[in-house]
Structure formats: C-alpha cells, structure tokens
C-alpha cells in the first residue's frame, strides 16, 4: 500500500500482514508513517496505491492514543462504555475487568488519570469482541510499571480471544519482550522480524537514539534513502536494520 498526502508520499509499497493470535507491534521515528498506517488498516485513509485486504466480517477494536471528552458532561466511565453501542451492564463490568479498571466503573471519566483512560479505551475496544485490537500507542501515558502491567493484559486477551494485536509503540524494550514481530517503519518497512533474531546495530541507535540501547537488530543491506518528499532515492549504499 501507497498513502501520498499531495505530493508526499508518507508510505510506500508497504507491505505488512496480521494474523489471527498475533501480536504486532509498529515502532519508527515520528513522522515515520505509523498512525497514518493504522488509519488505512482501519479503513479511515484511502490508499493511494495498493488495498487493505480484510477477512470478510472482521471486526476491529482500534484503542486510539487519546479521546477528547466534554469536561462539562457528568459522565461515569460506566456510562461512557455505552455510548458507542448497545451493552450490558455485565458486558461492561466483563470488559473493564479484563482492562484491569473494574473499580473506576463509577468514577466521572473527566477525573481518571491518563494511564487509567487508556485502560477504559481498551474495555471500550473490547466490548466490540474485536478479532483483531488496534492499539495506538497504548503506552503513551503509562509509568514503566503500568507499561509492563498494560502488556501482559494486551498477552491476555490474546490469549482469550485469540485475536491479532497491531500496536504502535515507542517503548522499545516492552516491545521488544512482549511482541511476536516488530515492523519497523520509515515510510516504508524498513525493519521487521522476530525480535529474538535482533541484534545491535549503529544505524538502529542512530534512528532511536538511546532507546534503542541494549536492544537486538539484525542488518540488511540497504539500497536506498528517501528524499525529503519521500522518494525512493537508489543511490545510498547505508545499511539498514532488520529486527
Ligand atoms: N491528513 C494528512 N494530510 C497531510 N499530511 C499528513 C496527514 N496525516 C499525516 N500526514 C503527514 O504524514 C506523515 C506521517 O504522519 P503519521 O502521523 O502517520 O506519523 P507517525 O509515525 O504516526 O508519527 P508520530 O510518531 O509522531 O505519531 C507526517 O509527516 C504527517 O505530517
């Protein structure tokens, strides 16, 4: 798939699959294309190039990176779950034990933490039963310790529902334990693999500067760089960094 906004092209020839009981996991540098990747997936960015093939009757749960919320409305976490679709009261309390946040269904929204609202977002996303979880950054307001708390419950529902998780991160050491393949985008797929076949290399750290400490990057030969409207320039002779 190709996505130019005017005449930028913002990704392409991407090429990425997800299947059933697996987990994904898009890391890149800002910019790199990522949520407009996720917008395509969704169904919400027309392609300029190439489709989006989807299992027939597929659905999605998309947890986005944040939500805006009417700080002037009185509303319980509980009552916002069902603004979306008709729900029970069990299928809800079920979808925020399996988020972990049971106890804030009575809690206004407009008082809940950021890292508790990404907990909320993801019941929300549940209550669909998706087959496959689109997750936008769900580590962006979280501490390290909710970080690792949040991964094992994205392990669990996949483990419970067996539904393929695509998640774009920007910890990479979380991403790292907990995903089965991480892509590693710039425009176009500039990295992908298991992370246990990852081993270090320089052009990583150079994309992720520090972050990209103690983790693993296999390298391939990379034969070519992008010019600033995002073309494919043949000319570079850089390696590249598969993990
Ligand atoms: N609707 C749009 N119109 C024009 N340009 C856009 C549009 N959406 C995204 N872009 C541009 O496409 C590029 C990729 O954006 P995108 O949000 O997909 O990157 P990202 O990898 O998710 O970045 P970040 O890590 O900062 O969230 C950016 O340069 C952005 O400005």
Not at 86 to 98: K, R, S, Y
Request: aromatic share 4%.
């Amino acid at each position: 798939m190709t996505v130019r906004f005017g005449g930028r092209t913002v990704l392409d020839r991407v090429n990425i699959a997800v299947q059933p009981g697996e987990v994904v996991t898009l890391i890149g540098p800002n910019g790199a294309g990522k949520t407009t990747l996720v917008r395509a997936v969704l169904g919400l960015t027309a392609p300029s190039g190439g489709r989006v093939l989807r299992r027939p009757n597929l659905r999605v749960g998309y947890m986005p990176q944040r939500l805006s919320v009417d700080q002037t409305l009185p509303l319980t976490v509980r009552r916002f779950l069902a603004l979306w679709r008709p729900v029970t009261a069990d299928q809800v309390a079920a979808a925020l034990e399996e988020a972990g946040v049971k106890r804030l269904a009575d809690s206004a929204v407009q008082t809940i933490s950021g890292g508790e609202m990404q907990r909320v977002l993801l019941a929300r996303a549940l209550l669909g039963e998706p087959d496959l979880l689109v997750l936008d950054e769900p580590d962006q307001a979280v501490d390290v310790h909710g970080q690792a708390e949040l991964f094992n419950r994205i392990a669990q529902v996949r483990q419970r529902r067996g539904c393929g998780v695509l998640l774009v991160s920007h910890d990479l050491h979380t991403v790292m334990a907990r995903t089965d393949r991480v892509i590693c985008l710039n425009a176009h797929v500039c990295c992908s693999g298991r992370p246990e076949d990852v081993s270090r290399h320089p052009e990583y750290h150079a994309l992720f500067g520090g972050h990209a400490r103690d983790l693993a990057v296999y390298v391939h030969h990379h034969d070519h760089a992008h010019a600033e409207d995002g073309k494919v320039v043949h000319d570079h002779d850089g390696d590249c960094c598969h993990g």
